[in-house]
């Protein structure tokens, strides 16, 4: 994409984010208008039901904090449909109301954060679509932790396949090394809140988690809005790389 596609894929998103903003409340997942700020119409918030159960974190790794995961919901339902137009359906605005159910996810888990870092998109696909949607969700988390926003913590050297469409073997090889930390001195010695909107397979996180390591990260922990079926086991199944020394 040329560079004045670009331009023009992201005002286009800033205009529609601008637009939706003055626009009456509406649900995440259907659309349908409300007349207060809640996410979800009562039909759809039936469907969207978070981790009650049992804590909304898994641990992913030995020892610390390493590979912590917590999760809003399961990926299913009005969630799921909310998160593919936030994602896919020129949706920036959607940003508001999802990022208040992962800053909920955060804060019941009880999640301690110095810095909160999106995974990132390759620039070709950030022109595309416009917007990262995990930057976004990530700018909110932030501020409602208190912890700093570092949205270019990381960057992604190389365009992947999608992990959903690849079997189980290959994921990790697919996103192996496609991450790289700008600044390592940025990161070390940091407790890091890594910021996705969902865990899908878990090899993504994984390769950031890895590369967050390796420049001296004290500590990662994944946050959320929804974990796919398999994409916990995903993660527990791929340790944290050796850390440098």
């Not at 009562?42 to 790794?61: I, K, L, Q």
């Not at 990022?99 to 909920?104: M, N, P, V």
């Not at 994984?206 to 994409?231: F, P």
Request: hydrophobic residues 50%; contains cysteine; proline residues 7%.
């Amino acid at each position: 994409m040329s560079p004045v596609r670009a331009v023009v894929a992201a005002v286009r998103a800033l205009s529609t984010a601008a637009a939706r903003a003055l626009s009456p409340p509406s649900c995440a997942g259907c659309d349908v208008a409300l007349a207060d700020v809640a996410v979800f119409c009562s039909d759809c918030a039936r469907t969207a039901v978070p981790y009650a159960e049992r804590p909304p974190r898994w641990a992913m790794g030995p020892g610390a904090a390493d590979g912590d995961l917590v999760a809003f919901a399961p990926f299913a339902g009005a969630l799921a449909d909310g998160i593919r137009r936030f994602k896919y359906g020129d949706r920036p605005d959607l940003a508001r109301p999802l990022g208040r159910l992962l800053l909920c996810a955060a804060r019941d888990a009880g999640l301690r954060a110095d810095l909160v870092v999106p995974v990132p998109l390759h620039p070709r696909r950030l022109a595309e679509r416009g917007y990262n949607q995990a930057a976004l969700l990530a700018a909110r988390v932030a501020d409602g932790l208190a912890a700093s926003f570092a949205p270019r913590a990381l960057r992604r050297v190389r365009s992947t396949a999608q992990q959903a469409q690849l079997p189980r073997d290959l994921r990790l090889q697919n996103v192996a090394g496609a991450f790289r930390v700008r600044a390592p001195e940025r990161v070390a010695r940091r407790r890091i809140a890594l910021i996705d909107d969902v865990a899908t397979t878990g090899a993504t996180l994984a390769a950031c988690r890895d590369a967050l390591l390796d420049a001296g990260a004290a500590s990662v922990i994944y946050l959320v809005l929804a974990a796919a079926e398999g994409g916990v086991d995903e993660l527990r199944s791929s340790p944290p790389s050796a850390r440098r020394t």
